[in-house]
């Protein structure tokens, strides 16, 4: 059976910092790949998503990136994070296009 | 532009009554896919129904049913039999074929609330 893990799962940091979001998927090959943004209390916001290695797609500009350099690792980025990046981030995957499989989540809180 | 709109942010449902979540759209594209999605308050997203743009019936998965009015434009979730484990928030969302079918994006939410 399929499988996604994304972590860490609660982090705290300083405005200024790095980022490293990681998301892994198993069972399950080539498949496409995202990462949403979810303010408190609202939806869920499109950021990047990837059909291949190497093939992002951005949504919004901003200070993130992403990155896939395996076909089952998302990696979200960040050289300088900003107060507005606090959020809870999720990561997605799907096949063709059927629906979206979620991870657990990720919240950040930048200070 | 694609847009999806939840217009209640809050819903309260006697336990084991049916309540309707509504759902429109916006798209110029003729072929479309319309999904429901539950987070709990632990945060996960779970995955609930899909309705085709073609499909002819109206989509059902157990205690959910998606009332799809095409002409209108929207694609309401009914929740029959309501028990207080479906208190969450619900997301519709939309994913056109255009985009190459890989963009999904979602409305706002309504937060359920199932009283005992």
């Known amino acids: 059976s399929q499988t996604i893990h994304q972590w860490p799962a609660t982090l705290v940091q300083p405005v200024g910092s790095p980022l490293s979001l990681e998301c892994t998927v198993e069972?399950?090959?080539?498949?496409?790949l995202y990462w949403y943004r979810q303010a408190a209390g609202r939806g869920l916001q499109l950021l990047f998503y990837?059909?291949?290695?190497?093939?992002i797609s951005s949504e919004v500009p901003q200070n993130l990136s992403a990155s896939r350099p395996q076909d089952w690792q998302f990696i979200l980025s960040s050289k300088k994070l900003l107060l507005s990046d606090s959020g809870f981030y999720l990561c997605a995957w799907s096949q063709g296009h059927g629906e979206l499989f979620f991870g657990e989540g990720s919240r950040l809180t930048v200070l | 532009a694609q847009k999806i709109t939840q217009t209640q942010p809050g819903m309260f449902v006697q336990e084991k009554e049916a309540v309707t979540l509504d759902c429109t759209y916006d798209t110029s594209d003729p072929s479309y896919g319309l999904f429901w999605y539950k987070q709990p308050s632990s945060g996960e997203m779970i995955f609930l129904i899909y309705q085709g743009s073609y499909d002819q019936q109206n989509a059902t998965e157990g205690r959910y049913s998606l009332n799809f009015q095409k002409a209108r434009k929207s694609a309401n979730l009914v929740i029959s039999a309501s028990q207080l484990g479906d208190s969450a928030m619900y997301f519709c969302?939309?994913?056109?074929?255009?985009?190459?079918?890989?963009?999904?994006?979602f409305g706002a939410g309504t937060r359920l609330f199932v009283k005992a």
């Open positions: 069972g399950t090959s080539n498949p496409n």
């Open positions: 969302a939309m994913r056109e074929a255009n985009t190459g079918g890989f963009k999904t994006i």
């Open positions: 990837s059909v291949g290695i190497g093939q």
